[in-house]
């Protein structure tokens, strides 16, 4: 791993970090205007998939955070560009409410499957539907492989049990676009002219938020918030640089050790 340098970037996770749904994490808005006012860059990366980017900015708005939509790099964003430079044509496997960030991609006859979280359509047929595309030699793009999620009434299945299922069934690999893959992290670094080793991520999710970020050089912050189980810290190898309480709580460190 590179040496650290100074610190000039900071990505944080959403859902589960700043917001749980329509509730916003307590005094998470006040400490993101207080990140604000350090000499950083804040960028926000997410793997949700149950709503578009813009739905996903309202939702932020509506909760009083201060974000601007080229701040935001979703698994959504990442996923549209992989199949656009693949030209293929998916079936898709993603909330309604997202399909609106796949507008303009041609979908009859599919030739892929891409697969997001979709409680609506995860039941048998359409999942033997996309088997059996699979089986005919159709690529599987998961927008990401997270094994649950936080919601207000507790841990719900994410994609990543559906995403193994159809992996286990027609022998083959899905190709991951949004976090824990490195792509992602370097994508998301992308126009703020820092490097890895000048970055830090704060989340929720030990393996994709904490470990992907520290694979590829940044520092990780997991916070137990969200989707934070005891002893998540101890899943990954190295663990985390920092475990605390919430967002507020790693906003302070960042400022009074990091800068």
Do not use: W
Not at 72 to 93: G, H, N
Not at 149 to 176: C, H, M, N, Q, S
């Amino acid at each position: 791993m590179a040496a650290r340098r100074a610190l000039k970037a900071v990505l944080v996770d959403l859902s589960g970090t700043l917001h749980i749904e329509d509730a916003a994490v307590p005094g998470a808005q006040e400490a993101l205007k207080r990140l604000r006012g350090a000499s950083v860059i804040v960028r926000f990366v997410t793997n949700t998939t149950k709503e578009s980017k813009q739905d996903l900015l309202e939702r932020l708005r509506k909760l009083e955070f201060d974000i601007s939509e080229n701040e935001i790099f979703t698994s959504l964003t990442a996923a549209r560009s992989l199949l656009e430079q693949k030209q293929v044509r998916p079936m898709l496997l993603v909330d309604d409410r997202a399909l609106s960030d796949f507008k303009g991609i041609q979908t009859s006859d599919p030739n892929a499957v891409v697969i997001g979280l979709a409680p609506e359509h995860f039941h048998y047929q359409i999942l033997n539907q996309a088997f059996r595309l699979l089986l005919d030699g159709a690529p599987l793009i998961a927008i990401h492989k997270a094994r649950y999620y936080k919601r207000k009434d507790g841990l719900a299945l994410g994609p990543g049990p559906f995403v193994t299922a159809l992996e286990y069934a027609t022998d083959t690999k899905a190709t991951i676009v949004g976090k824990p893959e490195k792509m992602f992290f370097l994508e998301a670094l992308r126009g703020t002219g820092c490097e890895p080793e000048e970055a830090v991520m704060i989340g929720d999710d030990c393996r994709d938020d904490v470990g992907g970020a520290q694979d590829v050089g940044m520092l990780g912050i997991l916070v137990k918030t969200g989707k934070y189980r005891a002893s998540d810290e101890e899943k990954i190898n190295p663990p985390p640089y920092l475990t605390c309480e919430s967002f507020p709580h790693a906003v302070d460190h960042i400022l009074q050790h990091l800068l």
